[in-house]
């Protein structure tokens, strides 16, 4: 009887994963600054690709594993300093007319292919605040077009009854 209860304790102990196990985090940012013309797909302009390499820099402290980013050409501006530096792949999650789709998948990949790691997000001032939404926050910020500047961090425990935090920042000029 004490040799199965110590096997059932000790087959117990070994399935649980360890507490100190990484949580996710999630950082996101809408695209730097951009061009006026074209209006269907506008490239970055002078600040705005200072503020991708900006962009660039802090990810180089924080080590995201991948970047996402939709097709268009500001969001991958934005994210091409912080893919190019620092080798790591860069995933295209298309977007939709409306953010909800896009939020959704965004979500998804990362619980999906990089639970328990970092990850940057480049979306769009609609995008963002869903993602962030999806990803556990109930009352996400709003985006104004007018800004460009604000990082957001969400961190997603590893357990299901682990809070998800969100802290919000500026970067970039």
């Known amino acids: 009887?004490?040799?199965?209860?110590?096997?059932?304790?000790?087959?117990?102990?070994?399935?649980?994963?360890?507490?100190?196990?990484?949580?996710?985090?999630?950082?996101?940012?809408?695209?730097?600054?951009?061009?006026?013309?074209?209006?269907?797909?506008?490239?970055?302009?002078?600040?705005?690709?200072?503020?991708?390499?900006?962009?660039?820099?802090?990810?180089?402290?924080?080590?995201?594993?991948?970047?996402?980013?939709?097709?268009?050409?500001?969001?991958?501006?934005?994210?091409?300093?912080?893919?190019?530096?620092?080798?790591?792949?860069?995933?295209l999650i298309p977007r939709d007319p409306g953010p909800a789709p896009n939020a959704q998948a965004v979500a998804a990949r990362i619980m999906k292919q990089f639970h328990g790691q970092t990850t940057l997000v480049v979306g769009h001032s609609d995008t963002v605040p869903a993602i962030i939404q999806r990803l556990g926050i109930a009352h996400p910020p709003t985006i104004s077009e007018n800004q460009f500047n604000r990082i957001f961090k969400v961190t997603k425990g590893m357990w299901p009854w682990s809070q998800t935090t969100m802290v919000e920042t500026t970067y970039g000029q």
């Open 1 to 91: 009887m004490k040799t199965a209860l110590l096997f059932a304790l000790v087959t117990l102990v070994l399935a649980v994963p360890p507490l100190e196990a990484a949580p996710t985090v999630v950082y996101l940012v809408r695209h730097a600054e951009k061009a006026s013309a074209p209006l269907a797909d506008p490239p970055l302009t002078g600040p705005g690709r200072i503020r991708a390499v900006a962009l660039s820099v802090i990810m180089a402290q924080v080590h995201p594993v991948a970047v996402m980013h939709t097709q268009f050409r500001r969001t991958v501006e934005t994210a091409k300093p912080t893919f190019t530096v620092l080798h790591i792949p860069a995933i």
